[in-house]
T-cell receptor, first 108, second 116 residues
Framework: SQQGEEDPQALSIQEGENATMNCSYKTSINNLQWYRQNSGRGLVHLILIRSNEREKHSGRLRVTLDTSKKSSSLLITASRAADTASYFCATDYNQFYFGTGTSLTVIP | GAVVSQHPSWVICKSGTSVKIECRSLDFQATTMFWYRQFPKQSLMLMATSNEGSKATYEQGVEKDKFLINHASLTLSTLTVTSAHPEDSSFYIC????????????FGPGTRLLVL
């Protein structure tokens, strides 16, 4: 399978805490992207990091990429209850493969 | 921003029937569209890559005769689930890669299929 793996599978934190999710992948990439999905809904694009970039920020999101380890992390700072969702990484080369996902619950 | 539509948004059908799902890029052209299937509480699994004017590339384990993909224009790809069975019940999502910016993909809202 080309699918990447994310850990943890599930994460539960208190509002205001930071949440970190990790993604490992197997193939070469042009870029890696992070998405969120609320239960039973469509995908929301969060951030894209190119293969020649190591870190990127967008609001409360911070993404890192280590191509030598084929891994990426997503940090959500100062979490809110509204951040409760599933988060997926996706690798872009020719095909576009999603990771296994992390289910984040932020407790108010 | 760019929009990708899917039709229908949900469908219920009897076992043995065929169901066609449309994926349209509304305000951009897409040479490549992807079709995914998502089971409850699982990730999106890539089924096939659809290229305009050529045959789709299927992922390992996906039956091309069961999941027929047609990408006849730069704005439309269709997925037909032939002789659907209850195990085909799933959430089907398409995405379209913008021809003007290959880094950018836009996802459709998904089609929920229930086969009775």
């Amino acid at each position: 399978s080309q699918q990447g793996e994310e850990d943890p599978q599930a994460l539960s934190i208190q509002e205001g805490e930071n949440a970190t999710m990790n993604c490992s992948y197997k193939t070469s990439i042009n870029n890696l992207q992070w998405y969120r999905q609320n239960s039973g809904r469509g995908l929301v694009h969060l951030i894209l990091i190119r293969s020649n970039e190591r870190e990127k920020h967008s609001g409360r999101l911070r993404v890192t990429l280590d191509t030598s380890k084929k891994s990426s992390s997503l940090l959500i700072t100062a979490s809110r209850a509204a951040d409760t969702a599933s988060y997926f990484c996706a690798t872009d080369y020719n095909q576009f493969y999603f990771g296994t996902g992390t289910s984040l619950t932020v407790i108010p | 921003g760019a929009v990708v539509s899917q039709h229908p948004s949900w469908v219920i059908c009897k076992s043995g029937t065929s169901v066609k799902i449309e994926c349209r890029s509304l305000d951009f052209q897409a040479t490549t569209m992807f079709w995914y299937r998502q089971f409850p509480k699982q990730s999106l699994m890539l089924m096939a890559t659809s290229n305009e004017g050529s045959k789709a590339t299927y992922e390992q384990g996906v039956e091309k005769d069961k999941f027929l993909i047609n990408h006849a224009s730069l704005t439309l790809s269709t997925l037909t689930v032939t002789s659907a069975h209850p195990e085909d019940s799933s959430f089907y999502i398409c995405s379209a890669r913008d021809i003007a910016n290959q880094e950018t993909q836009y996802f459709g809202p998904g089609t929920r299929l229930l086969v009775l």
